[in-house]
């Protein structure tokens, strides 16, 4: 509920700090004393236009801050979290605030934060609702008054079938439009499909063979560099042409010529230290030739064992560049090649199985669209009934309220098939006939200003208490009215007030003598300069400002005594 309401430099009011409480809070003051300044006010801080003319003569600026306490659970905070407007603690209170510059700009804050005007007016519906001789905001709105119906007496149960089977339908009606687009498009490229699988088939790309397979590679490949190595040191040690000398031969070669220049057993003619040293020569050369022969054995191992199979290389190089020209050719990698042909297989069994797909899920579109008319069908019903019992109610009401030639009608239009939605078939329509004989039409179009915030006051009876809306504001709903009819309406006014906050402007005694608190509007001329203001009156000064009311500039004893039963009443 409006818990303050603080202004600053709007028209005629300087500076107004006005706490509110819950219950039946009524306005009162003179006509002329700036009540609807305050209700222009506190419009502007529900979105309404905003415009340099509210700035006050002599000001920069004029600014508007409304104060609200609401309940955790108010669907306001789920508004505020979905525009990244977070409220730590929901119990604090909500601050709406509106600055007015002279040149007619406007700038929109929700506690603190800036935003957009149509957002503060989306915040303030949910809010404040306004029934005035001139504007309508709340029930006036049509697409409140479904809510509002169901909230009277359409059992929970059958919303929420409703709204369950229209959700299963819709989901079923996806899936069918998925399953048809995907074989669509699977159709039309049929036959590089079957090619693409066809391919990759015979391909059989496997996880991680690509790392495998160039692995493999780079070791045959060093296997035969190394057989290479060895077989090339062999025919150095080895050679195959028998022109060519290899080492081994050379050795022997110098062996038998060395052995020749050696003087046979005997001889003793020769030096004996040449003899020593060729001696020498002779048994170096036989140990190459020894070590030689070892080498070319352990080379000879080497070869048997690097033993290389040039068909396994060239086997795994055209198996590797095979998957990586697949790969190129598809746009992905090769580890990426066996998840491709596993969904161009299951598009492939989608065309193959897409009719039997697509007819069990037309199937499923049928019954479950079914199963939404026949819970829509009950949840009708329920509201035609409900409808009848709030025509009923509502008009019963009008009576005391000077309304009772008019007859209010709930009417049900049913909406085409492609508008249905998860509140059912129908949507719901308040409408008057202010006349009889006059054909009913929409609230705000049939009835008078006057007879539209009287109706309005009839409907909040019947429906207190059902809206998320805690205040609601009445804007002379006692217009051109009195006496029994002022008494009707002010007990009214008292019992929507039990359920949620209500402010009421009004001329009427017999509404002013209901209220839980009482404001009083003046206006005064202070130093050349007009200023309206506004005060919380005492029980003593309700008597006598209710006694005004009665009695007019004069106050009598006996306006004071008629304003005592009133107030006692």
């Not at 560099?225 to 050679?239: F, K, M, T, V, W």
């Not at 020498?280 to 191992?301: D, K, N, V, Y």
């Not at 598009?347 to 199937?363: F, K, Q, V, Y």
């Not at 049900?412 to 004989?437: H, S, Y």
Request: aromatic fraction near 2%; include cysteine; charge should be negative.
């Amino acid at each position: 509920m409006l818990t303050h309401l603080s202004i600053r430099d709007v028209v005629l009011i300087e500076r107004l700090d006005l706490p509110f409480s819950p219950g039946l809070t009524v306005l009162t003051g003179e006509t002329g004393a700036g009540k609807s300044i305050l209700l222009d006010s506190l419009g502007l801080t529900l979105g309404e236009r905003a415009s340099a003319g509210l700035v006050r003569a002599g000001a920069e600026q004029a600014s508007v801050t409304a104060c609200f306490d609401l309940l955790p659970d108010h669907p306001l905070h789920a508004l505020l979290g979905e525009q990244g407007i977070v409220i730590d603690d929901p119990r604090e209170p909500l601050v709406l605030r509106r600055i007015v510059t002279v040149d007619g700009r406007s700038r929109a804050y929700i506690n603190d934060q800036p935003v957009g005007v149509n957002l503060l007016r989306r915040a303030a519906a949910l809010l404040v609702e306004i029934q005035g001789q001139h504007e309508q905001m709340g029930l006036a709105d049509q697409g409140t008054h479904l809510d509002l119906l169901d909230s009277f007496g359409v059992p929970p149960a059958l919303r929420a079938d409703t709204n369950t089977a229209y959700r299963a339908w819709m989901a079923a009606t996806a899936e069918l439009a998925a399953a048809r687009a995907t074989m669509e498009s699977a159709a039309r490229e049929e036959e590089w499909l079957r090619q693409s699988v066809e391919d990759l088939s015979t391909l059989a790309p496997q996880e991680d063979e690509e790392t495998h397979l160039a692995g493999m590679r780079q070791s045959l490949q060093q296997g035969e560099r190394r057989g290479e190595a060895i077989a090339a040191a062999l025919a150095e040690l080895s050679p195959r042409d028998r022109r060519s000398s290899g080492p081994a031969a050379a050795l022997r070669g110098a062996s038998r010529t060395l052995q020749r220049l050696l003087p046979p057993p005997g001889d003793t003619t020769a030096a004996e230290g040449a003899d020593r040293l060729a001696h020498e020569a002779l048994g170096a050369l036989e140990r190459a030739e020894e070590a030689l022969g070892e080498a070319e054995t352990l080379l000879s191992r080497l070869a048997a064992e690097a033993d290389s199979d040039p068909r396994l290389l060239e086997q795994t190089e055209e198996r590797l560049f095979a998957l990586r020209a697949a790969a190129r050719k598809h746009g992905v990698s090769v580890p990426e090649l066996p998840g491709l042909l596993a969904a161009l297989s299951d598009r492939l069994a989608a065309l193959d199985s897409g009719n039997i797909r697509i007819g069990a899920l037309e199937t499923m579109v049928r019954e479950r669209r079914t199963r939404f008319e026949e819970a829509a069908g009950l949840l009708s019903a329920a509201r035609e009934k409900t409808a009848r019992r709030l025509e009923g109610a509502v008009t019963a009401e009008l009576k005391p309220l000077r309304l009772e030639r008019a007859r209010f009608f709930v009417t049900l239009p049913t909406l085409p098939p492609e508008a249905w939605n998860a509140r059912g078939r129908e949507q719901a329509a308040f409408q008057i006939a202010a006349n009889p004989g006059q054909p009913p039409g929409p609230l705000a179009k049939v009835a008078s200003g006057g007879e539209l915030s009287r109706l309005m006051l009839a409907l909040k009876v019947v429906l207190a208490g059902r809206s998320a809306v805690p205040t609601l504001v009445f804007d002379e709903v006692d217009s051109g009215v009195g006496g029994a009819t002022a008494s009707a309406i002010g007990e009214r006014l008292s019992r929507v007030g039990q359920d949620v906050q209500v402010l009421v402007v009004t001329h009427s005694p017999q509404v002013a003598a209901r209220g839980n608190a009482h404001l009083r509007i003046s206006k005064s001329v202070a130093k050349g300069r007009t200023e309206t203001r506004a005060e919380p009156l005492s029980a003593e000064q309700r008597r006598e400002e209710i006694a005004r009311m009665l009695a007019g500039d004069t106050v009598t004893e006996a306006a004071r005594a008629a304003a005592d039963s009133l107030l006692q009443g």
